[in-house]
Nanobody, 125 residues
Framework: QVHLQESGGGSVQAGGSLRLSCVASRIIVGDYCLGWFRQAPGKEREGVAAISTRDGHANYPTYLLARFEVSLDKAKNTLYLQMNRLKPEDSAMYYC??????????????????WGQGTQVTVSS
């Protein structure tokens, strides 16, 4: 099972940007999905981005499409999430995850089988 380690979280004012990183413990090769999820206190975990390791295609919730961008650097075994024009409602713990047998870029947390420990993002107004 792959080990995933997130970093890059922190505190930022509304309108600012952050880039999260997620380093995998093994080389990224093959055909599976990597995703970013977030969970705020008292709320369910929600998917914010997913990317295919095979062709780089990505999927986002419609309401995040204009502000978030996921990318993958296979040479560094690293997944990124660029977050722009951040809002207080983006505050949450952010997790990266792997779906080893994915067949679509779903953002359904239960389908992902390996998870990192998370990195906290706090956006102040």
């Amino acid at each position: 099972q792959v080990h995933l380690q997130e970093s890059g979280g922190g505190s930022v004012q509304a309108g600012g940007s952050l880039r999260l990183s997620c380093v995998a413990s093994r080389i990224i090769v093959g055909d599976y999905c990597l995703g970013w999820f977030r969970q705020a206190p008292g709320k369910e975990r929600e998917g914010v981005a997913a990317i295919s390791t095979r062709d780089g295609h990505a999927n986002y919730p419609t309401y995040l499409l204009a502000r978030f961008e996921v990318s993958l650097d296979k040479a560094k075994n690293t997944l990124y999430l660029q977050m722009n024009r951040l809002k207080p409602e983006d505050s949450a713990m952010y997790y990266c995850a792997e779906w080893s047998s994915c067949y679509s870029l779903d953002l359904i947390a239960d389908r992902y089988d390996s998870w990192g420990q998370g990195t906290q993002v706090t956006v102040s107004s």
